[in-house]
């Protein structure tokens, strides 16, 4: 009995057997290289005659894929379909046109396995579009049973955990990572088209920076130091800006050693973007702009069903953060007031305060957090977000207490994050010491050490410039209508059994 077996199942020691048989037969059971010329898709999709008669084939396909369905009819033919990521079809195959030799193999295969068709295609008598086997090889043996076939995969922890199994079962799951495909790949030809140059900047980073989170640590025994796997690759990017590149985008694995939800996974995909020259509303444009695109290009349409609410991606509004809170609770922060004012106000909205919350921004942000961000639904670019929770924002010209800043909200979620990068040093450097401070009175998402590289690399010049940063595993989300980050993920992390 193979080690692989357990508890002594008959189905796969059955299927052992089988191997065994296929051997004696002088058939490789886990087999070589075949010539697949055909994927499935293009098969059904050729507009070619049909012909029960494989003597009148005018054209050939030569195809291969997994059986998901196999049935005898009689001793000398079989139905079954074949899959692959384009498709499923049907084939049917006859003794007397494969041949005594090749047939005999049939007798040892089943659902689960890999087999190669080379055929012509007919309707059935009810109308199914069938390849029929002019010749037929075995290609490979499966030995762990698939799913029953009505049920599926359902239970959702053993999708996540095998998601090899779930990508055979559920043909939507496949196209949901097909889709993700299409969308990152949209957005890279849609930013190159545009001059944006893509680089690739470190994930490794020997000090914290570029975002608010807690890091991932690691050690590099050659270096005999600490290095941080990438929060966001900002500073890093922005670098380039001040080399002399006047457009830069990545599209990468950024890591925050943070909670698990429907909505966070450790390691997620974003795209960020930077471009010389410009602003926050400029990014505003481009970010509606490139979100409406891609949802034309991958669905052709703007009007999606996301969590049971019809949204329209594009006309999206804009509303500073302020007035919104004011349009939501009432309150007015527009009026200058000092921070037990602000708290008072909090204690009497029951607005929750951790103890670093100790300044009016930090409050003006809690309040849109806590009371505001669920009543967004539409897209709505939300702006002008408090200095004291912006460290890398250039503060707005006519009111020092805000920023040139955004976020994408649709459905009460975020989708992105944008602003006029600060490129004064010495601004740059105050707000670094700020975090650090931050840091030392508990919150564990502030940069507890002064990125002095950066600093440098300001006081090298950085033209005015505007950024933008895109959370691309919620925009598959969104545009797929998964309801959990885990659902557009392949390998999403799960806890120990």
């Known amino acids: 009995m193979n080690p692989t077996i357990e508890n002594n199942d008959h189905i796969v020691q059955d299927k052992w057997n089988k191997v065994e048989e296929i051997k004696a037969m002088g058939i490789e059971p886990f087999g070589r290289k075949y010539s697949k010329l055909n994927m499935v898709e293009d098969i059904i999709n050729s507009e070619v005659e049909f012909d029960k008669d494989p003597e009148n084939y005018n054209e050939v396909f030569q195809t291969a894929g997994r059986i998901m369905a196999f049935r005898p009819a009689g001793k000398k033919a079989v139905f079954g379909h074949i899959e692959d990521q384009t498709g499923r079809v049907q084939f049917y195959i006859r003794k007397d046109v494969v041949g005594d030799e090749a047939f005999e193999v049939i007798s040892k295969i089943g659902t689960g396995d890999f087999i190669g068709i080379k055929g012509g295609v007919f309707k059935t008598g009810k109308g199914e579009f069938t390849l029929r086997a002019l010749e037929f090889e075995f290609l490979s043996k499966n030995i762990k049973p698939l799913p029953d076939k009505f049920h599926g995969l359902t239970d959702v922890e053993t999708r996540y955990r095998q998601r090899y199994v779930d990508l055979i ?138 969590n049971g609410k019809e949204i329209k991606l594009e006309g999206f509004a804009r509303i500073h953060m302020v007035d919104i809170i004011k349009d939501v609770t009432g309150v007015d922060f527009w009026p200058e007031m000092s921070v037990e004012d602000a708290k008072e106000l909090a204690k009497a909205n029951e607005v929750h305060l951790a103890p670093h919350m100790d300044t009016v921004g930090h409050i003006i942000n809690e309040f849109f957090e806590q009371k505001c961000e669920e009543t967004i639904v539409q897209p709505t670019f939300v702006m002008g977000h408090p200095v004291e929770i912006s460290p890398l924002a250039k503060r707005t010209k006519n009111d020092g207490r805000f920023t040139d800043r955004f976020e ?63 959370g691309i595993d919620r925009l598959v989300m969104l545009l797929t209508g998964a309801e959990s980050i885990r659902d557009v993920l392949l390998f999403p992390h799960m806890r120990k059994k």
């Open 408 to 470: 994408l909200f649709i459905d009460a979620r975020e989708y992105g994050n944008a602003f006029s990068e600060l490129n004064d040093p010495a601004d740059q450097k105050s707000r670094f010491m700020d975090q650090v401070a931050e840091a030392t009175k508990g919150n564990d998402e502030a940069n507890a050490v002064v990125d002095e590289d950066y600093i440098n690399a300001l006081e090298y010049g950085l033209p005015p410039t505007g950024g933008l940063g895109i």
């Open 169 to 306: 079962m559920n043909r939507e799951v496949k196209q949901t990572f097909i889709t993700r495909t299409k969308i990152v790949s949209f957005i890279r030809t849609f930013l190159t088209k545009k001059d944006f140059l893509e680089v690739e900047t470190p994930i490794m980073h020997p000090i914290v920076g570029g975002a608010s989170a807690k890091p991932f640590v690691t050690y590099h025994n050659a270096l005999d130091m600490e290095l941080y796997l990438r929060i966001a690759p900002e500073l890093y990017l922005k670098r380039l800006i001040v080399g002399g590149f006047d457009k830069v985008f990545e599209i990468n694995r950024s890591f925050r050693n943070e909670g698990i939800s429907t909505r966070h996974n450790p390691e997620f995909t974003m795209m960020e973007l930077y471009q010389a020259y410009a602003d926050f509303e400029d990014i505003m444009d481009l970010t509606e702009e490139i979100i409406t695109n891609t949802a034309k290009e991958v669905l052709g349409t703007t009007d999606v069903v996301y």
